[in-house]
């Protein structure tokens, strides 16, 4: 999809989806790794933060890793400096702890998919690993769940395709 076709989606085979948190360290580093692992030629996910930690967590690393999901290339990042517009903006912080959320500015189709962030999770190394694995369950199921949806369908109706990814971020593991 071209940066430049906002009003429709017109079921082309390209699609730029920005994962997007504060820290760009976690949440929003599993999502893009994920995306780009599961997503059919032409569809592609960048991640960012609205205030960028610099640094990839470690433990996301090597989960990644231990999936068999390619983690070469990605970087900490500001929303400031994406390399394409995104089509679909999709927000990944959570509320719980009392974490803002930045707001995506621009004329992309927005969605939240709310995550406890795994990185912030204090505790025995078992319940840390249990915290990073269930963000990676529910950011997965999420994100096969928007694959599966019939795009071509959802094209030239907006509003349908934002309540599907709406519901998406309802999704438990």
Known sequence: MS???????DARPDMNVLFLCTGNSCRSL???????????????AISAGSQPTGKLNERALAL?????????????????HLPVTPDIVVTVCASAAGESCP???????????????????AGTEEEINAAFEKAYAILRVRIEAFLALPLEALATNRARLKAELDRIGLIAA
């Not at 599993?30 to 592609?44: Q, R, Y």
Request: hydrophobic content about 35%; charged content about 15%; cysteine-free.
């Open 3 to 9: 940066a430049a076709s906002h009003s429709s989606f």
């Open 30 to 44: 599993i999502s893009e790794a994920v995306f780009n692992h599961l997503a059919p030629p032409g569809w592609h």
């Open 103 to 121: 707001a995506y500015l621009g004329p992309v189709l927005r969605t939240h998919w709310g995550v406890d962030d795994p990185g912030h999770t």
């Open 64 to 80: 990644l890793a231990s999936k068999g999901i390619p983690v070469e290339g990605y970087h900490s990042k500001s929303w400031e």
